[in-house]
């Protein structure tokens, strides 16, 4: 199994360009989430879903759009850019429904907005 | 809104001294988790603790989650250059809902020097 994987690795975009960071598992995990990482902040989660097809608001969505079409992938969107989005997001996931659950994280996607 | 707040930010020890990180908040937790991250990568679990007042040990480590559920502490005896590390608390909600939504606390960059 090659868990949680991310691409890219590393992005730099110009404020107002749109991208979207994939987010793939192989591990048939019913929930998946986005975090960003800023120094000292801890993550904070952007959005998240508990299956195909239904998605939900995190902490901090504004600027960010998801969709979860397969189990498998759940791709996070940036609409517009802009360098308060700089930042390092990873994307985690989880078996879903029990208490205490373990997130597998991926190794993160570092976005830098100029 | 929870929140987790971590003390201390920072901390440098010497090979073979003990440290102790804290994970306080003002709300309380069905769950709290601590994880480590290495530089580059995604955050790993280490341990889960659910019921107030449990201690669980993991080789060096020990993990107390408080009477109240609303803090908790990652102690380390005889730390190696192996544990430097940021380490996070992350605490889950109530609500089944939430997905298993994690709030997290700021992190504690721990440096071990041989």
């Known amino acids: 199994n090659a868990g949680v994987t991310q691409t890219p690795k590393f992005q730099v975009l110009k404020t107002g360009q749109s991208m979207t960071l994939q987010c793939a598992q192989d591990?048939?995990?019913?929930?998946m989430s986005w975090y960003r990482q800023d120094p000292g902040m801890g993550l904070r989660l952007i959005h998240y879903?508990?299956?195909?097809?239904?998605?939900d608001q995190g902490e901090v969505p504004n600027g960010y759009n998801v969709s979860r079409s397969t189990t498998e992938d759940f791709p996070l969107r940036l609409l517009s850019a802009a360098p308060s989005q700089t930042s390092v997001y990873f994307c985690?996931?989880?078996?879903?429904?029990?208490?205490?659950?373990?997130?597998?994280f991926g190794p993160g996607t570092r976005l830098t907005v100029l | 809104t929870q929140l987790l707040e971590q003390s201390p930010q920072f901390l440098s020890i010497q090979e073979g001294e003990n440290l102790t990180v804290y994970c306080n908040s003002s709300?309380?937790?069905?769950?709290l988790q601590w994880y480590r991250q290495e530089p580059g990568e995604g955050p790993v679990l280490l341990v889960t603790?659910?019921?107030?007042?449990e201690v669980k040990k993991l080789k060096r480590l020990t993990f107390q989650f408080g009477d109240a559920r609303k803090d908790s502490s990652l102690h380390i005896t005889a730390a190696q250059p192996g544990d430097t590390g940021l380490y996070l608390c992350?605490?889950?909600?109530?609500?089944?809902?939430?997905?298993?939504?994690?709030?997290f606390g700021g992190g504690t960059r721990v440096l071990v020097k041989p």
């Open positions: 603790v659910v019921t107030g007042g």
């Open positions: 591990m048939n995990h019913e929930y």
């Open positions: 709300s309380v937790f069905s769950s």
């Open positions: 985690a996931s989880s078996r879903g429904g029990d208490l205490a659950d373990t997130q597998y």
């Open positions: 879903s508990v299956g195909a097809g239904i998605t």
């Open positions: 992350a605490g889950e909600g109530f609500l089944q809902a939430a997905g298993n939504k994690l709030t």
